[in-house]
């Protein structure tokens, strides 16, 4: 990819001109913006200038509030991320992206770990396969039973924890690559995705905007949500609670060709993307 923006870009103008925005609520962790095609959220992402977000966003076009995806604020930035979820992440678009139901799990932790398993019985070498995870996550346990795990972290958790600067080192040359959906709003996922072209990649987390260009970009895998119940959704973000475990979210899953190959024991070779006629 050329042009950093050109991510952006791409997935700003798939929103209809004609898509107006309901209401957008800003919560302790969490951003929602409800429009009229559906409602996104986005973990919320503190940093960059504050410029801070507009008021009187009812009436106005979903595609302007996206378009805050691209601000330096990333408060404001993550509100863009929600408006972009609120019309990409649907479920009459999912299928087209390769919708993946017989995963057994959408948790990345949980369906990652027989993946990086598989990339272990795959070398000849002898040596463990390299997994970069970027952002603090629990539950990386198992993934650590097959692989070397290394933690990149802005803010760094552990004394174990690498900053986020060390993936320029890290990510070219690693076997398998997880990245949180907040490095859309902090504007690294467009460097991320190419660092990491060589790798099996997963975006996670509720802030993921699943969609095409996001898995041309790179995104093997998509691990995301969709909200299911947008009343408790606006409750559970304008009360400060984290939306995990809220039920307001709908867990999915996406995957390209070569996803699907590394989820369902097939072998890890890279593949083409197309995004007619994917089907999981």
Request: glycine content about 8%.
């Amino acid at each position: 990819m050329t042009d950093a923006w050109s991510l952006y870009d791409r997935m700003i103008s798939q929103v209809p001109e004609d898509a107006l925005v309901r209401r957008v609520f800003m919560g302790a962790h969490h951003c929602l913006v409800e429009a009229e095609c559906g409602a996104g959220v986005a973990a919320l992402h503190r940093g960059g200038v504050r410029l801070r977000l507009e008021r009187g966003w009812a009436g106005r076009p979903l595609r302007e509030l996206a378009a805050c995806a691209k601000s330096w604020d990333f408060e404001v930035a993550s509100a863009g991320v929600a408006a972009l979820n609120a019309w990409h992440n649907q479920p009459e678009r999912l299928g087209a992206l390769g919708l993946v139901a017989d995963a057994g799990s959408t948790d990345p932790f949980v369906f990652l770990a027989p993946v990086a398993a598989r990339i272990a019985a795959e070398k000849n070498d002898g040596s463990r396969p390299r997994a970069v995870v970027v952002g603090h996550f629990p539950h990386l346990a198992a993934i650590a039973e097959h692989a070397d795990v290394a933690v990149l972290e802005r803010s760094a958790r552990a004394d174990t924890d690498l900053p986020d600067t060390a993936c320029e080192y890290l990510l070219p040359g690693a076997d398998l690559v997880v990245m949180t959906g907040m490095t859309l709003a902090n504007k690294t996922m467009p460097r991320l995705l190419a660092l990491a072209r060589d790798a099996l990649t997963c975006v996670v987390g509720p802030s993921a905007t699943i969609c095409a260009a996001v898995q041309e970009a790179g995104a093997d895998l998509v691990a995301g949500s969709v909200v299911a119940d947008a009343a408790l959704a606006r409750e559970v973000v304008t009360c400060g609670v984290p939306l995990h475990g809220s039920g307001a979210l709908e867990h999915v899953l996406v995957a390209t060709p070569r996803g699907r190959a590394a989820l369902f024991s097939g072998r890890l070779d890279r593949v083409s993307f197309r995004t007619e006629g994917v089907r999981a």
